[in-house]
Structure formats: C-alpha cells, structure tokens
C-alpha cells in the first residue's frame, strides 16, 4: 500500500484567508488538509489533526509537510508531542520556513534534532510551570481543606521523572486529552500513562 503524504495548515477561523499557507505548500506534494479551528485546540483534537494521527497509527503516512512548527501543537509541550510521534513512526516532519525535514535518506536530520532539542528545553520550562502552577493549586487545596495527599502506601513517589521522561504526555494530559487520546497520540503504553496521571496531575 503506498503511504500518504499530508500537507497541513491551521486557521483560527472560518473568516480566515488560508491562502498563504496553501500558496506556501503548493509545490508539495500530497493532500492538503486545513483546521480551521483555534490554535488553543490540541493538535490530537482537531478534526484534520485527529486524521493524521489516524493515518499514523494505522502506518499509512510517510510524510507530513507544514509551514511552519507553530502549526503542530497548542503549546511548545503539544507541538513536542506531535514530533515525537511521528519520529517514533519514523515519519518525516517537513517544515516549509526552515527548508527542514526530520529524516535525510531514512536517517534522522542532525539540524532537526538540534532544533527539536530547543523545543524539548522550552518544553522543559513549561513543565516546571505547570509544576509551580500544581503547587499553587495543592496549596490552595489544602486551605480549603479538601487536598487528600499521595495515596498512603504508593511507590512512585518521583513523579517528576516520568513526566521530564515523556514530556508528549505531558502536553496530552496538560491539554485535558483522554488516558486513551494520549496512549494513541503518543504511543506510550496505557499503564505509563495512567501513572503519569494519577501521580502527578491528580
């Protein structure tokens, strides 16, 4: 079976001209797929973006070509986590802007990697924010009087360590996906991410 190749292109609205980026992809080839939906969407959620993970999980695309990263995700930790899926399907990522693909001749683009690295820093940052912004909210519970604490008896008590270790589920899970819209988003097993989950977002 000969595997898809996606263009893609997100608008805010309908009012929107996607004209610009259409004309900027016209010389891919490919289908072209537009979401005109709010950027504030997870990628995983919106209707043209949930086609594409479709078509990865069912190992029927082989490229998937945008103009610009910003296009991929809601959020430095989102767009993290639609590149790290695909370069776990070894699907190669083409960013128009930067002249850029994930994957040369089969193997992985140094320079995108390099850029990808950027990414996973800032998406670093992010975590440790959303780390200060649990704190706040656990604090803030405790005043209440209705923050219960860590199970007693739980092993995992280092949370911190899977989530720095799968930073795509993080933005899933971050952006309220489902434990089952983020096991095929990521590809991570269900168990993984349910104790993401339950120990560091509950």
């Known amino acids: 079976m000969e595997k898809k190749i996606f263009k893609y292109a997100r608008i ?53 070509i945008v103009l610009d990263v910003d296009r991929l995700g809601r959020n430095t930790l989102d767009i993290m986590a639609t590149l790290q899926l695909m370069k776990d399907h070894k699907i190669c990522v083409t960013v128009h802007r930067y002249g850029l693909k994930s994957f040369v001749d089969g193997k992985a683009n140094p320079t995108f990697e390099l850029i990808s690295n950027i990414m996973s820093t800032l998406a670093q940052i992010e975590i440790e924010r959303t780390k200060e912004r649990q704190k706040e909210g656990i604090a803030q519970a405790k005043q209440r009087g209705a923050y219960k604490g860590r199970p007693k008896g739980s092993k995992n008590k280092d949370s911190s360590s899977l989530v720095e270790k799968y930073p795509n589920v993080a933005a899933c899970l971050e952006a309220n996906m489902s434990i089952d819209k983020t096991v095929a988003a990521t590809g991570v097993s269900r168990s993984t991410v349910k104790r993401i989950r339950k120990e560091y977002f509950e």
């Open 12 to 64: 805010s609205t309908s009012e929107q001209n996607e004209a610009r980026q259409v004309e900027a992809l016209k010389d891919y080839p490919g289908e072209m797929l537009i979401d005109k939906i709010s950027g504030k969407i997870p990628f995983a959620e919106r209707p043209e973006g949930k086609k594409i993970i479709q078509s990865v999980n069912e190992k029927s695309i082989s490229e998937l």
